[in-house]
């Protein structure tokens, strides 16, 4: 079981305490405007209280399409904006538990349960908010293979324990789940002084993830394959404090992972082809599974192995035709995922653009 550290609760007094709303915040690194998002998840944002938005600190949206009927982690919850966007989009039928570490920022979101879920017309809430540590779901008795996704908004890197974080979540996702989440990465390891820093810390700087550290962790717990889906240089917008990181560069990204056997640490060439149907709501004329991978409706497009299983072997998969099977290896697929690809780089194995 996870026990509080002096990490800990620093981290509890300054999203407890300190931060009362996000024009406390001293950086940009928790900052989003909500460009970009899709039209269900800003309707859904349109029905939440006021409070559970100002208290709310984030650096991207985590929310996937398909929610229906899914039950869905939310870790490191806060006040519970994701976790309400999330039940509004899962349905009476979906289920949506929200953990957290600060109760200050649990208390919020107690308080809405039952505005939120008489506004989204349910006869009954289908969330709930645990306190405790995302180290150690277990202790919250979230079992082995319950969870059909997990989504997390700019938290994980607050954690002084990242490898059990990870292993936690791919313990509690069902076969074929998935990981979503946005974050706060660096493009190099930070000193330790800096990683000490109480402050840095509450701005979800000190924490922020080496990217090619982080692909190592997940091949270490057995993921291979993850996607990048956004990528936008943070703006600290505090110049002592970017004179305190020096050259260190953060960036706000949201990732995707599966849980998924069989897939590899290379993109292989299997002569699949996967076609889009355009039947996920919000997206008609194209679906972009990852930065570099858009399914045009209707169109056939050459995939990898790991590309067919994501979109062939998860609740995608009754959206896609997927043709063709592992059975005959053809080679090196001209494709390489987002952590390995130069900046400008296009290649032609159809999906990727």
Known sequence: MTK???????LQEYYGRILQSTKDLKTRACCTNGEGL?????????????EILERFYSCGSPIPPLLEG???????????????????LAGESGRVIGVDMTEAQLEVARRHVDSM???FGYRQPNVEFHQGFMEDLAALGIADNSIDLVISNCVLNLSPEKESVFREIFRVLKPGGELYFSDVFADRRLPDHLQSDSVLHGECLAGAMYTEDFRRLLLRIGCPDFRLLSDRLINLGNAEIEAQVGLINFHSRTVRAFKLAGLEDIC????????????IPDYPHSFDLDDHHR???GKPMLVCGNT?????????????TVQGERRVHYGLFACKPAAG???GECTTGGACC
């Open 4 to 10: 509080t550290t002096t990490h800990h609760r620093d």
């Open 38 to 50: 899709p039209p269900s998840v800003r309707r859904a944002t349109a029905l939440l209280d006021r």
């Open 70 to 88: 899914l039950t869905i982690l939310d870790l490191g919850c806060g006040t519970g904006k994701d976790v309400y966007v999330a039940a509004c």
């Open 117 to 119: 879920c008489k506004c």
């Open 268 to 279: 292989e060439d299997y002569g699949q082809v996967a076609t889009y149907r355009g039947t």
């Open 295 to 297: 399914f045009i409706t």
């Open 308 to 320: 067919a299983a994501m979109v062939g072997e998860t609740r995608f998969g009754p959206h896609f």
């Open 341 to 343: 690809r130069e900046e």
